[in-house]
């Protein structure tokens, strides 16, 4: 296979020195590096250039891909390290309390009860670390085993840590006062919602962090608010539920005579745009995929399988632990799980 071209390292250096760029400026990089083919026009040349730079790319773990922001719905090209653990992805400017800090923002966001993906600062602030922190030895008294750079990490230290997290787009402010996630986290975290059971939205099967729920209580479905919007102006006549056939309430500001102009938007049963590489997961394999982690999970007995709970029932658990005890942070779901 012939080597990457200039053009396609022009494309590469953008991204890799100036983050993830916005749909219309990576189109517009790309007009330019090739002569004024426009990716809406060229559609088949897009798809390839991004499949032959994935295909250089996956030799070093890293992947060009699509994304959106789930609080506005605008996408964005960005490379993201493939290797799992946050440790990498972060890699050597954070510390290890500030990435355990990072891990807890983290948690703190997409178990957020209203599903609206976002904390407040004072929220943040309260978030603890010591639990983000694996202990291999549990004979001990696992306080007084951490380290003293996570035991005393200040208030200064988190704030530091946040700013840092927000420049660097790995959180965002979503409006004064409240932190959600950036859109390198959104890029970078896709398996990692999969593996943590991050209920996902039922149009384009990304992680609903940001999503309206069923307005049927016993109803698990998220959609998130740019596929919804999409999804009933397609469908006039219903607006039921795809889950329980509940009629879904007009959301502020979505108008009934609303066009579909905006090409932001994931087309109805797909993902959004992406790079050829990312995971276009049918809600088939979803479910296969579901199905064999249970399956798993019961062959390695009843120590290491969890009970399998609704999400809103375990919210419920949340609020209620929360509610009922004067520590403003409770160990989350996932790092009560890895202690088991
Ligand atoms: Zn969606
Ligand atoms: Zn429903």
């Known amino acids: ?24 400026d990576f189109h517009a990089l790309f007009t330019d590096m090739t002569g004024g083919k426009n990716p809406a026009t060229h559609k088949q040349l897009f798809v390839d250039t991004l499949g032959k730079i994935n295909n250089e790319l996956k030799y070093l ?19 993201i390290n ?16 500030q990435i355990a800090f990072y891990k807890g923002l983290l948690e703190a966001i997409v178990q957020e009860a209203g599903n609206d993906g976002t904390i407040t600062t004072i929220d943040a602030f309260n978030v603890r670390i010591d639990n983000q922190v694996i202990i291999a030895d549990s004979t001990q008294d696992s306080q007084s085993r ?16 946040l700013d840092d997290l927000i420049q660097d787009r790995w959180l965002s402010y979503t409006s004064p006062g409240n932190i959600g996630l950036g859109i390198r986290s959104f890029l970078d975290l896709r398996s990692w919602f999969r593996s943590n059971d991050i209920p996902s939205c039922e149009v384009c099967n990304e992680a609903g962090i940001k999503a309206s729920t069923c307005p049927n209580e016993g109803c698990n479905v998220r959609i998130h608010s740019y596929c919804l919007k999409k999804k009933f102006s397609q469908r006039k006549a219903s607006r039921a539920c795809p889950g329980c056939s509940t009629e879904w309430p007009r959301q502020e500001g979505e108008d009934e005579h609303d066009d579909d102009e905006d090409t932001n938007e994931p087309e109805e049963g797909q993902q959004a745009p992406s790079a050829p590489s990312a995971v276009r997961s049918s809600r088939k394999r979803r479910k296969g995929v579901k199905a064999e982690l249970v399956e798993e999970a019961e062959r390695a007995g009843p120590s290491s399988a969890m009970p399998r709970r609704s999400s809103r029932r375990a919210k419920a658990e949340v609020a209620q632990e929360a509610s009922s005890s004067a520590v403003a942070s409770q160990p989350t779901r996932s790092s009560r799980r890895r202690k088991n």
Do not use: C
Request: glycine content about 6%.
């Open 82 to 97: 493939t290797i799992a653990d946050e440790e990498s992805k972060l890699g050597s400017k954070y510390s290890v309390p």
């Open 146 to 161: 951490l380290p003293s750079s996570i035991t005393n990490f200040s208030f200064n230290q988190k704030e530091k840590t």
């Open 61 to 79: 773990n890293f992947d060009l891909r699509a994304g959106i922001n789930q609080y506005d719905g605008t996408v964005y090209y960005g490379v």
């Open 1 to 24: 296979m012939a080597p990457l071209t200039w053009r396609h390292h022009t494309l590469l250096q953008a991204l890799l020195s100036r983050g993830p760029l916005p749909e219309p």
